[in-house]
């Protein structure tokens, strides 16, 4: 993810449109952006839209197996965890062969960077490193996100048979593999802490100092069904956003995933701590889940990002555009989120809670950037509008990361 080289893009958006765009690029950093250039002989062509790379901030790689199988029969969010757990056993050589399908389906959609949530320990650290080797050998930038998963309840119930190999006994045994864990070119290595359900508050704490003290991103599934808000409020006599709130672990290296069943006083802390929020459009409607105050949040100060959870959809575009149409069904006006916010949830603010300095075509940034086309497009000028509402990721044509071509068609 090194490379140098010129290309020379048709429209491009540079935080404006820009028509005939030279982009340099060298050691994998734009180095030159150049904006009404002639194309050169040593530059490579593109014709349509580029942009800055996509950012998957939440994915289970190994959910993608669930495609399909789990569309009968109805049932609710916890019925289908059930279901989930049947596809959890894996070695490491057929997890690095999975990994690379579902990282190349990625790639062809635009995503240049993508956040595994992974929390598969029975091998301890073994299909850790195979979705970071299968990683690189796609092409696309990793932040493994690692959970430290411990329990079966806020009331310390203990794991179900299904759930004990997702632990690692407590969080110092998390943290000793965590010190396991290499970071290496395209590969980042970041924390999470699986829920408030899954992780007591002294081992949140632990799981939070050590992503601090690494520098390392921080993650959080947080209060995706009323289940978890209510045993919370039980147990501990507050929220999930509250308790996180006491221990100290809000802030702005936190992502929160889902915040749907938050509350008022949850969004100001949210907002107030400056967290970024993951919304996973599809797979929250794939599992019935309710719709969360985006908007609001967003308002309160949460930068938004997008992520493609359990891969049932593998389309940042489609997840952008769902963080508004949702909230249109929901509250019957239409525009709450303008098409560059929206944009920026799927590039730069996802790039931010990933650990990459990417998502903007802008010199010293990394050089990951995309170019989509259709046959019908002609000559429209780019905009943020026709980017969201008008393409997905089938219109993808190139993908450049880190100054190499790792997709052309």
Known sequence: MNGTG?????????????????????????????????????????KGWTIPGLANVHSHAFQRLLRGEVE?????????????????????ADYFNHGRLVFREMLEAGITAVGEFHYLHAHGNELGVALIDAAREEGIRITLIDACYLRGGLDGR????EQLSFSDGDADGWARRMDELKEADGVRIGAAIHSVRAVDPESMRIVATWAREHGAPLHVHL?????????????????????????GILGPDLTAVHAIHVNQHDISLLGENEVSVCSCTTTERDLGDRVGPLTALADAGCALTVGSDSNAVVDMLEEAR??????????????????????NAATFNGMRALGWNAGELRVGMLADFVTLDQPRLQWRSISPAYLVYG??????????????TVVQK
Not at 158 to 161: H, I, Q, Y
Not at 391 to 404: A, Q, Y
């Open 6 to 46: 010129r290309w020379h893009a048709e429209q491009a958006w540079v935080g404006h449109a820009a028509q005939n765009v030279m982009i340099e690029v060298e050691g994998g950093r734009i180095t030159r952006i150049t904006e009404g250039a002639d194309p050169t002989p040593d530059a490579i062509a593109l």
């Open 72 to 92: 009968s029969g109805g049932g609710d969010f916890w019925e289908w965890r059930d279901r989930m757990y049947r596809f959890t056993e894996w070695d490491a």
């Open 158 to 161: 203990p794991l179900e048979a």
């Open 223 to 247: 209060a995706e069904q009323p289940a978890e808000v209510e045993e919370c409020l039980r147990v501990e006599g507050c929220t999930p956003a509250e308790l996180l709130e006491r221990e």
């Open 322 to 343: 769902g963080l508004e149409l949702d909230q249109r069904r929901t509250t019957g006006r239409r525009v709450q989120h303008e098409p560059e916010e929206l944009f």
């Open 391 to 404: 393409f997905s990721g089938r219109d993808v044509t190139n993908v450049v990361v880190g100054g190499e």
